[in-house]
């Protein structure tokens, strides 16, 4: 099946800051979501972005489906940011999704 | 709006006994969801219904999992003879097919500790 691997596994922020998370996948995928797990465990979707780029208030994405790579930026962080985010594809036409591992961010005030 | 809804949040049992979760999703959605995350990792595909219909039950991880969604609206998840290594968090997602874009909704999730 489909591998999906984030980098990088963690990112310490000052508030204010600007940040870059990047996904991986190793086939070409007809669906990808980008999640914020917060701190409480609740899973919010961000984006749905099998290719091209949105943008939803401070937060974007990008998603080059022939590099096989999607990155998410976030700008100006804020402390609220804080939690972990993942990334997940797949190769069919539902969200039988793969997971990646995640990224823990920490925003600083 | 009403989002996906799963109860219990939280439930405590002893090892071999029977639990059931159950999930109410997005009112307008047709696709449920059920997936497994265990500690410091992503959620793990488990299974999934579009209507009624369960299209894939092959990610089960026993035969003692099982999952119904009986009039396409509720699911409920069993799992049979609970061993430790089924403590994880159990989440329910939804969503609703339409011009080939597909975004899952979340619930809560239901936190199963087996002593």
């Known amino acids: 099946g489909i591998q999906v691997e984030q980098s990088p596994p963690d990112l310490i922020l000052q508030e204010g800051a600007n940040s870059t998370l990047r996904c991986n996948f190793s086939d070409s995928v007809n669906n990808l979501q980008w999640f914020h797990q917060n701190p409480w465990g609740q899973l919010i979707n961000l984006f749905y972005i099998p290719s091209g780029t949105k943008q939803n208030g401070r937060l974007s994405a990008t998603t080059v489906a022939t590099e096989r790579y999607s990155l998410l930026y976030i700008s100006s962080s804020q402390t609220t940011d804080s939690g972990v985010y993942f990334c997940?594809?797949?190769?069919?036409?539902?969200?039988?999704?793969?997971f990646g591992k995640g990224i823990t961010l920490s925003v600083r005030p | 709006d009403t989002g996906v809804s799963q109860n219990p949040r939280h439930k405590i049992t002893k090892r071999g006994q029977n639990v059931t979760f159950r999930c109410d999703p997005i009112s307008e959605h047709n696709r449920l969801y059920w997936y497994r995350q265990t500690l410091g990792q992503g959620p793990e595909f488990l299974t999934y219904f579009q209507n009624e219909a369960q299209l894939e039950k092959s990610r089960l991880l026993s035969d003692r999992f099982s999952a119904e969604r009986p009039k396409g609206s509720f699911s409920t998840l069993e799992i049979q003879r609970t061993e430790q290594g089924d403590s994880a968090m159990y989440l329910c997602?939804?969503?609703?097919?339409?011009?080939?874009?597909?975004?899952?909704?979340f619930g809560s999730g239901t936190q199963l500790s087996v002593l």
């Open positions: 997940a594809a797949s190769t069919g036409a539902n969200s039988k999704l793969t």
């Open positions: 997602a939804s969503s609703l097919i339409g011009q080939g874009v597909e975004k899952l909704f």
